[in-house]
């Protein structure tokens, strides 16, 4: 496996391998590796025989008082991770080369980033569909491949390379959940072993709902309030939001009997989780892991 810092390094490679006709498939990362990040290089594998994954943690994507400083970092880890996995590059770069100094340009995706966690954590979207420009700039993929659990920057990412025209066919992979059915997240590692039984809550608050689904209830009023009510059973766990949206709008869905994205954040401790059930339809709520 290659290893590059700068843009210039990461293009000859790719352009190398797309002149010998390779689909080029990319897994943009911000490091902390777990399964659920190894199952999107592994969908990238089926698809691709060129496979880049990136490990950058973007600054701009992170307010002045959320975990920037904190955020874990172990790059020789995660290098053999992917390594093992069969990437055929991956990307490193250090900070000044994705924000060079002086560097007063962002990508924003009006109407959309301002919703769901858009809406708690001001800029967070902007920071994200900034890098990930950069970064469908630099590698040029033929697909790139991101996770469903999170499901509001699946969605602005899809908006970003319709509107700028990004020759980059967007593939959004299943949630990947621990046995227990926690969404696998690189924040769960910040959480205590109390506040891991606690983290629970948000995929028990999920599973009430598609049984409600399933036996027929429509009404995302309803929905809603179920889900609140499971959350309040732990006390410790502050809730963020609980929304159904449509799935590629984020717009607030009534009744749900034609499918819509069922979306919770809350703060374990000072640990902030977010989880999500996508519903075809009443009676075919998608299963959860």
């Known amino acids: ?3 590059c810092e700068s843009s210039e390094q990461l293009r000859a490679a790719v352009r190398a391998a797309k002149s010998q ?3 080029v498939g990319f897994v943009p990362t911000m490091g902390a590796l777990h399964e659920g990040h190894l199952s999107l290089v592994r969908a990238a594998r089926q698809q691709c025989p060129f496979v880049v994954a990136s ?3 973007n600054p701009a994507q992170f307010g002045p008082n959320e975990d920037f400083a904190k955020y874990p970092r172990n790059l020789e880890r995660d290098r053999q991770m992917l390594e093992s996995e ?3 590059l991956l990307f490193a770069p250090p900070v000044e080369e994705m924000y060079p100094a002086g560097a007063n340009t962002f990508v924003t995706v009006e109407g959309l980033s301002d919703k769901l966690c858009g ?11 900034t890098v990930v420009s950069k970064l469908f700039h630099i590698v040029e993929p033929d697909l790139a491949f991101f996770g469903q659990k999170d499901a509001a920057q699946a969605a602005i990412i ?4 319709r509107d700028l025209k990004f020759p980059t066919e967007i593939v959004v992979c299943p949630i990947v959940r621990e046995a227990d059915g926690l969404a696998m997240s690189s924040r769960n590692a910040y959480l205590d072993p109390a506040q891991r039984k606690q983290a629970l809550v948000l995929f028990r608050a999920l599973a009430r709902l598609q049984t409600l689904v399933d036996q027929g209830e429509a009404d995302s009023r309803n929905l809603i309030a179920a889900a609140k009510s499971v959350l309040a059973d732990e006390r410790e766990v502050r809730l963020d939001y609980v929304e159904v949206v449509n799935p590629e709008s984020l ?3 009534a009744d749900v009997s034609k499918g819509a994205l069922v979306a919770v954040a ?3 401790g000072n640990t902030r989780l977010i989880d999500n059930l996508l519903l075809t339809g009443v009676g075919k709520a998608k299963k959860l892991g």
Do not use: L, N, W, Y
């Open 251 to 253: 717009e607030p869905v």
């Open 119 to 129: 809406r708690s954590r001001p800029g967070h979207f902007r920071g994200v569909t």
């Open 1 to 3: 496996m290659k290893i």
């Open 266 to 268: 809350a703060f374990v």
């Open 21 to 23: 006709g390779q689909r």
């Open 86 to 88: 069969g990437v055929s």
């Open 158 to 161: 899809r908006r970003m390379v």
């Open 55 to 57: 490990v950058f943690v």
